[in-house]
């Protein structure tokens, strides 16, 4: 079974700074998919990077970037210089790549950017 | 153009009531979900459908039936609403069943009384 684990409930960080969002993983496929979505205070979810189990390079899209560790498990998204509206919830999520597989998040983690 | 609509946004009842919840998509995509989001934002999901067909039905009460007329369209019906089932469903669609990224409608939030 897989299961994603977001152990920042939230997280508190000055407007321009850098911030990592941690997120671990378990899974005993050797391909699968890691994913970040981005839902504001108005609800939507916006993905925001994909990171694949074979993928050589880290992903990385825009202020966005995808350490992905993968003998550790971890594939924490860091968002360079923050700005106000990157105050969101955060969900890492994971899907096999073989058969018919769901998307599983992780509980998610609230960030706030202070001005 | 909205890529993944859902109606209602917002819905109010009673427990006991039956009602549904529309979801269509413009993307050519394969594949089709339904989401719950509970109120301490948890997503987990309960369907998915596949060209019309059913693929994926997780441990979700039998009052809840999905229905895909199409590709493009899967409708949620909840039949005898229960105060637990206050929640925020989502609607979402990737173009097959293992590749690419999920995209979302805006969520439908149902308020149970």
């Known amino acids: 079974a897989q299961k994603i684990t977001q152990t920042q409930p939230g997280m508190f960080v000055q407007e321009k700074e850098a911030v990592t969002l941690d997120c671990t993983y378990d899974?005993?496929?050797?391909?699968?998919?890691l994913f970040w979505y981005k839902q504001p205070s108005s609800g939507e979810m916006i993905f925001l990077i994909y990171?694949?189990?074979?993928?050589?390079q880290n992903a990385t899209e825009g202020r966005y970037s995808l350490n992905f560790q993968k003998a550790r498990k971890s594939a924490n998204l860091v968002i360079s210089a923050s700005q106000l509206g990157d105050s969101a919830m955060y969900f890492c999520?994971?899907?096999?790549?073989?058969?018919?597989?769901?998307?599983?998040f992780g509980q998610g983690t609230r960030l706030t950017i202070n001005p | 153009d909205t890529a993944v609509s859902q109606t209602p946004k917002y819905l109010v009842t009673q427990m006991g009531n039956d009602k549904s919840i529309k979801c269509e998509q413009n993307l050519g995509h394969d594949t089709m979900y339904w989401y719950k989001q509970d109120s301490k934002k948890f997503l987990k999901i309960m369907f998915s459908y596949n060209n019309k067909e059913l693929i994926i039905n997780e441990t979700v009460p039998n009052r809840f039936s999905p229905k895909s007329p199409d590709k493009a369209h899967l409708n949620l019906h909840i039949n005898s609403l229960e105060l637990g089932d206050s929640a925020v469903y989502f609607c979402?669609?990737?173009?097959?069943?293992?590749?690419?990224?999920?995209?979302f409608g805006e969520g439908s939030r149902l308020t149970v009384l």
């Open positions: 979402a669609s990737s173009p097959t069943l293992n590749t690419g990224e999920l995209f």
């Open positions: 990171q694949g189990s074979y993928d050589q």
């Open positions: 999520a994971m899907r096999r790549i073989q058969g018919a597989q769901k998307l599983v």
């Open positions: 899974t005993s496929d050797p391909s699968y998919g």
